[in-house]
């Protein structure tokens, strides 16, 4: 006969749920609480409406700077001393001196071009090797170290440039040529260069830096050095960040005012050697509006021509940039 055993049922085992604190519970109550719509809605059309009055109020700034030169400009051509043929076929230029007015634009240009070149021609050359140095070959301790000392440069007032240029590159030019006076082309055209430099070095490491790492070891496996994945294959990568660097600094160089009105000069003239003494567009304008001349003057009026000039030069060398990036731009995966 079996004996029948009778087990005791089991009981569910139970799960402990995990406690949440009062602020995790509201967290939570935030989190699944439903947005309205129309809020989210106005919230949305409000941002927009933000970014198109940032917008349009960048474009107005640009429309009326246009519309004053272009109305002053007008009412300089107004004058009977003053001729179209004249300002763009003379190559003099006293508005101040005589009982004669002479308004021809090139003396003003040719002082310009001339401190640009003097200063794109140390800038340039200079800031790129440097950028190829901390991009290709520094380490990340002395890139941390002298990219942040190069960009120091573009923060010093550039009227300190301009008593640095008299008082320690004019005379150290005069210790190399007695040619050079106490104002000239040259030391204007230094001191703008540095002034520029941060520009060149930055922009240009930053698009050298861009260039995919998958080019330099491509590069490299094929048996090339360092030097040569530098220059034959990282530069021309780079070469439309670059061109778009030098044009920056060229234009920022063309406008450049304090430098040149304490170091180039106040002789409008038509030259190209840099011991001369020049007047740059900038400078005549500082000139004028810090003068004696009055406000319905011609003298006072010829400003913003000259203003005029500055600008479509300016506009040229920017729609130049553009068309160049434009051409050269590489785009990678």
């Not at 439309?240 to 002789?267: K, Y």
């Amino acid at each position: 006969m079996g004996i029948r055993v009778r087990c005791p049922a089991r009981e569910p085992a139970v799960t402990a749920l995990p406690t949440t604190s009062s602020t995790q519970q509201r967290d939570l109550r935030r989190l699944g609480t439903p947005k309205s719509v129309s809020a989210r809605a106005f919230r949305e059309r409000l941002i927009v409406a933000c970014l198109a009055v940032a917008a349009t109020f960048s474009i107005l700034v640009t429309t009326t700077i246009v519309v004053v030169l272009a109305k002053e400009t007008v009412g300089f051509f107004a004058f009977p001393d003053v001729t179209v043929g004249e300002f763009f076929g003379s190559t003099e230029w006293n508005p101040l001196l005589g009982a004669e007015k002479h308004f021809g634009i090139w003396p003003l240009i040719s002082g310009t071009v001339l401190v640009t070149v003097i200063a794109g021609s140390f800038a340039l050359p200079i800031g790129l090797i440097a950028a190829l140095y901390l991009s290709e070959y520094a380490s990340p301790r002395i890139r941390a170290t002298l990219k942040p000392a190069l960009e120091i440069l573009a923060g010093i007032p550039t009227v300190v440039y301009g008593f640095f240029a008299l008082t320690v590159i004019t005379p150290a030019l005069q210790k190399l040529s007695p040619a050079f006076g106490n104002y000239n082309a040259m030391s204007a055209g230094l001191a703008t260069g540095i002034m520029i430099l941060p520009i060149v070095c930055s922009l240009s490491e930053d698009s050298l830096r861009s260039v995919p790492r998958s080019l330099r070891d491509g590069a490299f496996a094929l048996g090339g050095t360092r030097f040569d994945v530098s220059v034959k294959v990282v530069l021309p990568a780079a070469l439309s960040g670059i061109v778009a660097a030098f044009l920056l600094a060229i234009s920022r160089a063309i406008g450049e005012t304090m430098i040149v009105a304490l170091a180039a000069g106040g002789i409008a003239q038509i030259t190209a050697n840099p011991a001369a003494e020049v007047q740059t567009m900038t400078a005549y304008m500082v000139q004028i509006f810090l003068g004696d001349a009055p406000a319905t003057g011609v003298e006072y009026k010829s400003s913003y021509a000259v203003a005029a000039m500055l600008f479509v030069m300016t506009f040229v060398l920017t729609m130049i940039g553009q068309a160049i990036l434009r051409r050269f731009r590489e785009e990678y995966d």
